[in-house]
Structure formats: structure tokens, C-alpha cells
């Protein structure tokens, strides 16, 4: 039995081109084109200055943990529970909503170095997740 696909996010103008990044293995953060302001989640219209020009650069993946929570309930199909959801302040300065894998729940602290990758689930679908960033060997 294999077993059910998660939930996907729903694609639209404002955010498919940010998933579409995330299926080329890329995690991006919008910039807007008049001041140059990075902003996360995609959408239209700078909050700093109202211009609708925007490009995007790559994100480095690597972030800290500002913040997390550990989901038991709801349980929707196609996620391994307990969930750790983490928001990282990524170093280009925005935060994301993420996951934090391949960490047992009693290591997650605030603070704590976390690296990005992207996970490919059984039917194909990208999706950037995050686990605790490898040390330094110095
Ligand atoms: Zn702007």
C-alpha cells in the first residue's frame, strides 16, 4: 500500500512561480525591483514602496530557528506525526514557515542552525524542508 500524497498548496499567479523555483531544487526569495526589499510569501505589491516590479534571488538555506511548534493533531494523510514546524529567520533577513527533519523533537531549540533542502515526496512533489545545520569542522 503506498501511501497517500500530502495536501498541495494551491498554485496560483502570485505564488506558482515560487514553487515552480522549489521544484527546480531552488529555495527563492521575492525582491522587489524598485528598493530592492526581499519579502516572503510571494506577493504583488512591495510593502515598502508599493512598486508591483519584482525579480527574485536564491536563497542560501541557511537560517535559524525563531520560533517552532510540534503538531500531533490534526492528522491529514500523508505526513509521518509528531510534525516539527519550525519558523526560520533565513540569513537574507525574510522568514519562512518550514519543517524541520531528521531531528528528534527534545534537540529543537530556539536559536539552533538549521540548513535547507529539498524533499521529493513518492509522487514527485518538491517541497523545501529544513534539518539542523552540519557543523563546522574547525
Ligand atoms: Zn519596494
Redesign the pocket.
Known amino acids: 500500500m503506498t501511501k497517500p500524497s500530502r495536501i498541495k498548496p494551491p498554485l496560483g499567479h502570485d505564488n506558482g512561480w515560487w514553487w515552480q523555483q522549489a521544484a527546480a531544487g531552488k529555495l527563492v526569495i521575492q525582491r522587489?525591483s524598485?528598493?530592492?526589499?526581499l519579502r516572503h510569501p510571494p506577493r504583488p505589491m512591495?510593502g515598502?514602496?508599493?512598486?508591483m516590479a519584482w525579480d527574485f534571488i536564491e536563497s542560501s538555506g541557511r537560517g535559524t530557528v525563531n520560533s517552532y511548534t510540534v503538531l500531533h493533531h490534526p492528522q491529514f494523510p500523508g505526513y509521518d506525526y509528531p510534525l516539527t514546524i519550525i519558523l526560520v529567520d533565513l540569513e537574507e533577513g525574510t522568514r519562512l514557515t518550514s519543517q524541520l527533519v531528521d531531528c528528534d523533537r527534545e534537540d529543537v531549540s530556539f536559536g539552533m542552525a538549521v540548513e535547507m533542502f529539498i524533499q521529493e515526496d513518492e509522487d514527485g512533489f518538491k517541497i523545501p524542508v529544513f534539518r539542523p545545520a552540519v557543523k563546522e569542522l574547525n
Not at 48 to 51: I, L, P, Q, T
Open positions: 522587489c524598485a528598493c530592492q526589499a512591495c515598502e514602496c508599493r512598486s
